[in-house]
């Protein structure tokens, strides 16, 4: 799939198994981020590995963007299917608000760059 490159992100799939969040996203509902982690679902769907998201460079995800994230969590869960969240020790949010959705499944392992 292609690359979405809005003005304040990007999303980027460089394989099957990755994806890799950047800049801010402020999209105005859960809803509204399932077009952009569309890929992600299937690819947690279908991978035999580990999924990853890269969220190193993500400087700001709203309440919305985590209820997103959320629900793939629990898609995981239900596939029961791992994913490893890349997370920067240099951006604070990412460790506390990944950290407290570990609590919806086990498999997710958070991974601090």
């Not at 890799?20 to 590995?49: F, N």
């Not at 969590?73 to 950290?99: T, Y």
Request: hydrophobic share 35%.
């Amino acid at each position: 799939m292609m690359p979405v490159d809005e003005e304040e992100y990007t999303v980027e799939h460089p394989d099957q198994k990755t994806t890799i969040l950047k800049g801010t996203l402020r999209l105005p509902s859960p809803t509204a981020y399932d077009p952009l982690l569309e890929e992600v679902k299937q690819g947690v769907e279908t991978s035999s590995e580990a999924y990853t998201i890269d969220i190193t460079e993500l400087k700001f995800l709203n309440s919305s963007g985590l209820t997103a994230l959320a629900r793939i969590f629990l898609l995981a869960r239900q596939k029961e299917k791992d994913i490893n969240i890349v997370c920067s020790n240099d951006i604070p949010w990412q460790g506390k608000s990944i950290g407290s959705l570990q609590k919806l499944w086990t498999g997710i392992s958070l991974v601090m760059k």
